[in-house]
């Protein structure tokens, strides 16, 4: 049914124009008016030498060529074209001898356009009809035997062999049939006589060639008159004239003249349309009087360019003649002109290239030449450029780089402008998003974070929270905190801290220990979910604050029943002599490390006391004989926290200046473990102080005669060792813990009461571990008495 009319069948010539993005040649159809809808026309694929898989894929679809309706469709899965509405040729083309409608094949994925002709073949579904059904003629009977009467022709809305081809006169006796192309003419065959028959009726058939054939009657009433023997003649055959398309009702086109040569009535002509379509009715009226043709409706260029008209004009007797009345529409700018988005990608990804096609736009006007030109542009300054393609056909293209993050949407305003005068133009909005991609790594609000928590805080408390944007979309932007793996005092960092990896919130998953760890730096990450997922660090600084959570831990003297130490006072000490002093430490920092020494209990109130914050014990008065020998001083060490903790040792002092007067030291307290070592210590010393008994009375003897006071005893510096000292201890200036060194004679009695050693007291080099009491064991003594050999003055 279908033939391709290809202009290049050569396939290289084909490839070719596809990348020129060309329009390849026609290809038409012909098929008759009234098929069914669904009805297939043809085979558009084979025709255009396409694979029928290959029309969805790019595209494929009918677009009418400046019409609003379109009768055919295209099956894009087997590349049939097929009827979509009901064609009716006579409604469409009248009873022009072709009818043809111009379509448009679009594809897309390279671009390309066909031309496709429908040729509409008439069937024959009209019968032929003539304009009255009874037609009248007044005949005088002085009619000539030949006399010719014009009878207006049947008219057949179908066109060809389907129109009327025949017509048939009933028989009769006066009349027989001549017909000449469109001419019907009566022809006298026998003479009238109105005294024998005033009136004939003839019936008259009009035949069309269709198959089966079709045709229509009419009555022909003959009323014998008295001679009228002229007919009205027009003063043309033909009559031309112009109309200005959407001209205003009663506005003249053009007018008929006709005249006859008879007299009074057979000589008054009148003027009617003869056959016309009820459309041509509506358009245009004619004076029934003088012949004047005017517009009584809207005439549209666009829909027709040209009006053909039969004017007839018939005397007061009947006699009548045609002539044609031909009138030109003229165009005017009075369309503008139609955007039509053919194609528009649904999103656009940010990183596409410069020139990406994104967009097909087609342009129609209706009216011609400089009316119907078309000129395109965008109004905004966008991204965008309008590239000319076929015929009425633009690509959307992009001209720059997008960013989804300072644009996401854009609203482009279409302008298309037409050459009339004055210029019409309307305008589109096409509204394109941008898509996203993974092309921005997360970002921290800080470049570093830095939280406080105090000490001993409770496992799973919140210690502070980071936050990092991303700007991307969804799944790009949503941001993920993890952990990165490092090392905190040799352990997992995970073992100190967590964090929520949809909040960024950070929690400690152990209870801190300031004395143990004081500050430390982990990494925190941050991911977003792309592909390839993007990412950024960001350091934490922990710091950990201190707490009031240890207590004064008293190094020397060591806390009661743990130590053989007992200080000798001279009573010849003068008031304000530093006999001892208390030596503590505390583990906290700060004011919780600032420690205070009180007296809470002695065995005479008023003579001693304590240096609040040095600890040093000194006299507040001199001596008495009253004032017994054995004092015993509990000293209470408090630190400066809130609340504020303490501890407390016993301090036992001797006075005396005789060893030999001091009583069997029998309540000092030892450890039991090592009490057996310590009596054979004991021992040992008593045997060696029998061999130097006498030397060492001497020196005594020496030294108390040179000075009337023995101050330097108690005012000499005696070392406090280092190794007093546990580990994680610092001293604090202002808070007495070990704020100046002090040296100190320590007075030791070995059981014998007749002579007096003096001792320089040693310790051991062993660092005192945390949350334990400095002890003296066995080999302390063994010390002591190296010691005291070394340093025997003389």
Same mark, same amino acid.
């Given at each position: 049914?279908?033939?391709?009319m290809?202009?290049?069948?050569?396939?290289?010539?084909?490839?070719l124009f596809?990348?020129?993005?060309?329009?390849?040649?026609?290809?038409?159809?012909?098929?008759?008016?009234?098929?069914?809808?669904?009805?297939?026309?043809?085979?558009l694929?084979k025709?255009l030498?396409?694979?029928?898989?290959?029309?969805?894929?790019?595209?494929?679809?009918?677009?009418?060529?400046?019409?609003?309706?379109?009768?055919?469709?295209l099956?894009?899965?087997?590349?049939?074209?097929?009827?979509? $509405?009901?064609i009716?040729r006579?409604?469409?083309?009248?009873?022009?001898?072709?009818c043809?409608?111009?379509?448009?094949?679009?594809?897309?994925?390279?671009?390309e356009?066909?031309?496709?002709?429908l040729? *509409?073949?008439?069937?024959?579904?009209?019968?032929p009809?003539?304009k009255?059904?009874?037609?009248?003629?007044?005949?005088?009977?002085?009619?000539v035997?030949?006399?010719?009467?014009?009878i207006?022709e049947?008219?057949?809305?179908?066109?060809?062999?389907?129109?009327?081809?025949?017509?048939?006169?009933?028989?009769?006796?006066?009349?027989?049939?001549?017909?000449?192309g469109n001419?019907?003419?009566?022809?006298?065959?026998n003479?009238?006589?109105?005294?024998?028959k005033?009136?004939?009726?003839?019936?008259l058939?009009?035949f069309?060639?269709?198959?089966?054939?079709?045709s229509?009657?009419?009555?022909?009433?003959?009323?014998?008159?008295?001679?009228?023997?002229?007919?009205?003649?027009?003063?043309?055959?033909?009559?031309?004239?112009?109309?200005?398309e959407?001209?205003p009702?009663?506005?003249?086109v053009?007018?008929?003249?006709?005249?006859?040569?008879?007299e009074?009535?057979?000589?008054?002509?009148?003027?009617d349309?003869?056959?016309?379509?009820?459309?041509?009715?509506?358009?245009?009226?004619?004076?029934?009087?003088?012949g004047?043709?005017?517009?009584?409706?809207t005439?549209?260029?666009?829909?027709?360019?040209?009006?053909?008209?039969?004017?007839?004009?018939?005397?007061?007797?009947g006699?009548?003649?045609?002539?044609?009345?031909i009138?030109?529409?003229?165009?005017?700018?009075?369309?503008?002109?139609?955007?039509n988005?053919?194609?528009?990608?649904n999103?656009?990804?940010?990183?596409?290239?410069p020139?990406t096609?994104?967009g097909? *736009?087609?342009?129609?006007?209706? /009216?011609?030449?400089?009316?119907?030109?078309v000129?395109?542009?965008?109004?905004?300054?966008?991204?965008?450029?309008?590239?000319?393609?076929?015929?009425?056909?633009?690509?959307?293209?992009?001209?720059?780089?997008?960013?989804?993050?300072?644009?996401?949407?854009?609203?482009?305003?279409i302008?298309a402008?037409?050459?009339?005068?004055?210029?019409?133009?309307?305008?589109?909005n096409v509204?394109l998003?941008?898509?996203?991609?993974?092309?921005?790594p997360?970002v921290?609000?800080e470049q570093?974070y830095?939280?406080?928590?105090?000490?001993?805080?409770?496992a799973?408390?919140?210690?502070?929270?980071?936050?990092?944007r /991303?700007? /991307? !979309?969804?799944q790009?932007?949503?941001?993920?905190?993890?952990?990165?793996?490092?090392?905190?005092?040799?352990?997992?960092?995970?073992?100190?801290?967590?964090?929520?990896?949809?909040?960024?919130?950070?929690?400690?998953?152990?209870?801190?220990?300031?004395?143990?760890?004081?500050s430390?730096?982990v990494?925190?990450?941050?991911?977003?979910?792309?592909?390839?997922?993007?990412?950024?660090?960001?350091?934490?600084?922990?710091? *950990?604050?201190?707490?009031?959570?240890?207590?004064?831990?008293?190094?020397?003297?060591?806390?009661?029943?743990?130590?053989?130490?007992?200080?000798?006072?001279?009573k010849a000490a003068?008031?304000?002599?530093?006999?001892?002093?208390? *030596?503590?430490?505390?583990a906290?920092?700060?004011q919780?490390? !600032?420690?205070?020494?009180?007296?809470?209990?002695?065995? /005479?109130?008023?003579?001693?006391t304590?240096?609040?914050?040095?600890?040093?014990?000194?006299?507040?008065?001199?001596?008495?004989?009253?004032?017994?020998?054995?004092?015993?001083?509990?000293?209470?060490?408090?630190?400066?926290?809130?609340?504020?903790?303490s501890?407390?040792?016993?301090?036992?002092?001797?006075?005396?200046?005789n060893?030999?007067?001091?009583?069997?030291?029998k309540d000092i307290?030892?450890d $039991?473990?090592?009490?057996?070592?310590?009596?054979y210590?004991?021992?040992?010393?008593?045997?060696?102080?029998?061999?130097f008994l006498?030397?060492?009375i001497?020196?005594?003897?020496?030294?108390f005669?040179?000075r009337?006071?023995?101050?330097?005893?108690?005012?000499?510096?005696?070392?406090?060792?280092g190794?007093?000292?546990?580990p994680?201890?610092?001293?604090?200036d202002?808070?007495?813990?070990?704020?100046s060194?002090?040296?100190?004679?320590?007075?030791?009695?070995?059981?014998?009461r007749?002579?007096d050693?003096?001792?320089?007291s040693?310790?051991?080099?062993?660092?005192?571990?945390?949350?334990?009491?400095?002890?003296?064991s066995?080999?302390d003594?063994?010390?002591?008495?190296?010691?005291?050999?070394?340093?025997?003055?003389?």
């Amino acid at each position: 049914m279908g033939s391709k009319m290809s202009l290049f069948p050569s396939r290289i010539f084909y490839f070719l124009f596809l990348l020129l993005h060309s329009a390849h040649g026609d290809v038409s159809f012909s098929f008759p008016e009234e098929m069914k809808r669904g009805s297939v026309i043809g085979n558009l694929a084979k025709d255009l030498g396409l694979e029928a898989s290959a029309l969805s894929g790019r595209k494929a679809r009918i677009d009418a060529d400046g019409s609003g309706k379109r009768y055919c469709d295209l099956n894009v899965r087997n590349g049939e074209l097929i009827v979509a $509405d009901r064609i009716d040729r006579e409604g469409l083309c009248d009873d022009r001898a072709s009818c043809v409608l111009k379509y448009e094949v679009v594809l897309e994925n390279p671009l390309e356009l066909h031309r496709i002709n429908l040729h *509409i073949q008439d069937v024959n579904d009209n019968a032929p009809l003539f304009k009255d059904d009874l037609i009248d003629l007044e005949i005088r009977e002085s009619a000539v035997k030949g006399a010719r009467f014009v009878i207006e022709e049947a008219h057949d809305a179908d066109v060809g062999q389907n129109s009327v081809q025949q017509y048939l006169l009933k028989k009769n006796d006066n009349f027989v049939l001549s017909v000449s192309g469109n001419t019907v003419e009566l022809v006298l065959d026998n003479e009238l006589d109105r005294e024998q028959k005033q009136d004939i009726n003839l019936l008259l058939t009009a035949f069309d060639g269709g198959s089966p054939r079709r045709s229509g009657t009419a009555v022909i009433h003959v009323t014998v008159l008295d001679a009228n023997d002229n007919s009205p003649v027009f003063s043309q055959a033909v009559y031309k004239g112009s109309l200005p398309e959407n001209s205003p009702p009663n506005t003249i086109v053009i007018n008929v003249s006709a005249s006859d040569a008879d007299e009074g009535v057979n000589g008054n002509v009148t003027y009617d349309f003869g056959h016309v379509t009820e459309h041509v009715k509506k358009l245009f009226s004619i004076d029934r009087k003088v012949g004047a043709i005017a517009v009584v409706g809207t005439v549209d260029y666009e829909s027709s360019t040209s009006y053909e008209l039969r004017v007839k004009a018939k005397d007061g007797l009947g006699l009548s003649s045609y002539a044609k009345v031909i009138i030109s529409i003229t165009d005017m700018n009075d369309n503008a002109p139609v955007i039509n988005l053919k194609s528009l990608s649904n999103s656009v990804a940010e990183n596409v290239s410069p020139g990406t096609e994104v967009g097909i *736009i087609n342009v129609q006007d209706r /009216d011609s030449e400089k009316n119907g030109k078309v000129r395109c542009s965008i109004e905004q300054n966008v991204p965008f450029k309008l590239v000319p393609s076929i015929k009425n056909y633009y690509s959307l293209v992009t001209t720059g780089q997008l960013d989804r993050e300072l644009v996401s949407d854009y609203n482009i305003t279409i302008s298309a402008t037409d050459e009339g005068s004055p210029p019409l133009s309307s305008s589109k909005n096409v509204h394109l998003s941008v898509a996203d991609i993974n092309d921005n790594p997360p970002v921290f609000e800080e470049q570093s974070y830095s939280t406080y928590v105090s000490e001993n805080n409770k496992a799973g408390s919140t210690l502070c929270s980071v936050s990092a944007r /991303d700007p /991307d !979309w969804r799944q790009n932007g949503t941001v993920i905190y993890s952990l990165l793996p490092s090392e905190v005092n040799s352990a997992p960092a995970s073992s100190y801290i967590s964090v929520n990896g949809d909040t960024g919130v950070i929690h400690a998953v152990r209870s801190f220990d300031y004395e143990h760890l004081r500050s430390f730096q982990v990494h925190v990450m941050a991911r977003d979910n792309g592909s390839p997922p993007l990412s950024s660090n960001v350091s934490i600084s922990v710091f *950990i604050l201190d707490v009031n959570d240890n207590s004064p831990q008293i190094l020397y003297p060591a806390p009661e029943g743990n130590s053989f130490m007992t200080e000798l006072v001279p009573k010849a000490a003068h008031a304000g002599s530093v006999v001892s002093k208390v *030596i503590a430490v505390d583990a906290d920092s700060g004011q919780n490390a !600032w420690l205070s020494y009180h007296i809470v209990k002695s065995t /005479d109130p008023g003579l001693f006391t304590i240096g609040l914050h040095s600890g040093e014990i000194r006299t507040q008065r001199d001596i008495l004989e009253s004032d017994s020998m054995k004092q015993n001083l509990i000293v209470a060490v408090k630190d400066n926290g809130q609340p504020p903790l303490s501890a407390t040792c016993s301090m036992y002092l001797l006075i005396s200046d005789n060893l030999a007067e001091v009583p069997e030291l029998k309540d000092i307290s030892y450890d $039991d473990k090592n009490s057996k070592l310590t009596s054979y210590l004991i021992i040992a010393l008593v045997s060696v102080s029998t061999f130097f008994l006498t030397f060492i009375i001497i020196v005594l003897g020496v030294r108390f005669c040179r000075r009337r006071k023995p101050r330097l005893l108690f005012d000499g510096a005696v070392a406090i060792p280092g190794a007093y000292l546990p580990p994680n201890y610092a001293d604090v200036d202002g808070t007495g813990t070990l704020r100046s060194t002090y040296n100190y004679d320590a007075y030791l009695t070995t059981g014998s009461r007749t002579s007096d050693f003096k001792f320089v007291s040693s310790y051991n080099d062993n660092t005192l571990p945390a949350g334990q009491t400095l002890r003296k064991s066995p080999s302390d003594f063994d010390e002591m008495f190296g010691d005291a050999e070394g340093s025997t003055e003389v």
